[in-house]
């Protein structure tokens, strides 16, 4: 176990940590900081929830100078969400030492940005998009910056972000100090960081230890025309404190809240269609507990970190590997116990023996559920409700009524009754929902013979800003290492 005082950090930075409440480093930053204390480049593998925000922001927080009033540091973030959580956390860790971080993103007038902008802050939390805008307008100037983080940068990159990525981090100071963590580590990630790193420490996590063990992972086979049913089926058994569910598009994200609506579930639903303004009511009341699903595309939910969710639900399963990681990753958080289900049609199979080559753990299939099991779900919720209020003892006020009503009545035929008026009946409302196509094999055509690096990579000196890769291949190459074409090529071989 490592304590935060074990790494040498500052006064203010120890008084932050312990103001937040942590008491011992997580695995990635047990590792991350004191690479990063020492002034290194650095690579970690690490999805959301791992603590990874805390791991480089303690390293930006005690590096920065406060009495330094322009933009020392810079994260770069694939989503606004993940944009305003980052920065929340610095402000949070900086406060005692009077570091700030201002968050700047698309979505947001960028004259309230700029005004906001000349308050000085030490830190910039940015979407590439944004960030460039302002690069262009001179309201940023990034010629003084000495650290860059590039936060879930394999998200960046499947977003199209890479050019953006590469104009700004060619705008900055070649002697600064870069971090880049992402949940996976592909080539295209390697080959941006033997051009704009200085031979970077890598923390790699395998594939095994990036699905978090405390999450029981399932499947159901179903026909795409049954999946409705058999999920709402689904919920009224397992009764989900707090889930996301996820689906392909936005229009699939749209029908399943209204017809989940429909059938009188507790639900809101987030795209990138949404206004800001409306996706911050969404997102607050979901934390809040106001709803308990939350329906939700792949790039909605990308940097969304939000504690105590129970259940993920794959409506449709995702469209590579990596996206199943991100997804599930938001369950189970902090060693508590989660649940990751997925709707698979049976042409999609493929798909989900991909998943598992690539996690390295079964996928477990679980029997379509029935009407009745739902019924009994419901009625086994009931009686946990009346349980409850009975431990609580709030229902004091009602026993001279039931002392009454055992006058003239059964006791058992009162809880029965009881219990009927509490259990929600299986709503059968009809509802309509457009098909999706299920994914297809893909037929991959590579341009040229390059795969990811094996687990044994090292960085040399002779090229990228001072130093370069020297590779000593693996016997055998980690599945989670590959570019997805070419795990799902070897899947169906």
Known sequence: ???????????????????????????????????????????????????????????????????????????????????????????????????????????????????????????????????????????????????VVLDEADEMLNMGFVEDIETILTGMPEERQTL??????????????????????????????????????????????????????????????????????????????????????????????????????????????????????????????ISDVTHIYNFDIPQDPESYVHRIGRTGRAGKAGVAVSLVTPREIYQLRVIEKMTGKKINRRPVPTLKEAIEGQQRLAMEKLLQVVENGSAGNYKDLAISLLEENEAEDLLAAALKMLTKEPDRTPVTLTEERPLRRKQVKYSSGKRGYGRNESFSKGSGRTGGYSTARAKKKSFAERPYQTACRNAVK
């Open 180 to 305: 880049l963590f992402s949940a996976t580590i592909p080539s295209d990630i390697l080959n941006l960081a033997k051009r704009f790193m200085k031979q970077p420490e890598i923390i790699r996590i395998e594939g095994k230890q990036v699905t978090v063990a405390a999450i029981e992972q399932s499947y159901l086979e179903v026909e795409e025309r049954q999946k409705f049913d058999v999920f709402c089926r689904l919920l009224d058994i397992q009764s989900p404190d707090r889930s996301i569910v996820f689906g392909r598009t936005k229009r699939r994200v749209d029908e399943l809240f209204e017809a989940l609506t429909k059938r009188g579930y507790s639900v809101e639903a987030i795209h990138g269609d949404l206004a800001q303004s409306k996706r911050d009511q969404v997102m607050r009341r979901f934390k809040e507990g106001a709803v308990e699903l939350l329906v939700a595309t792949d790039v909605a939910a990308r940097g969304l970190d």
């Open 1 to 147: 176990m490592t304590i935060f005082s074990d790494f040498g950090l500052s006064g203010p930075v120890i008084r932050s940590i312990n103001n937040m409440g942590f008491e011992e480093a997580t695995p990635i930053q047990e590792q991350a900081i004191p690479i990063g204390l020492r002034g290194l480049d650095l690579i970690g593998q690490a999805h959301t929830g791992t603590g990874k925000t805390a791991a480089f922001g303690i390293t930006m927080v005690e590096f920065l100078e406060v009495e330094l009033e322009y933009v020392q540091a810079v994260v770069l973030t694939p989503t606004r969400e993940l944009a305003i959580q980052v920065a929340e956390e610095l402000n949070k860790i900086g406060q005692f030492k009077g570091i700030r971080a201002l968050p700047v993103y698309g979505g947001q007038e960028i004259t309230r940005q700029i005004r906001a902008l000349k308050n000085r802050p030490q830190i910039i939390v940015a979407t590439p998009g944004r960030l460039m805008d302002h690069m262009r307008r001179k309201t940023v100037r990034l010629n003084r910056v000495r650290m």
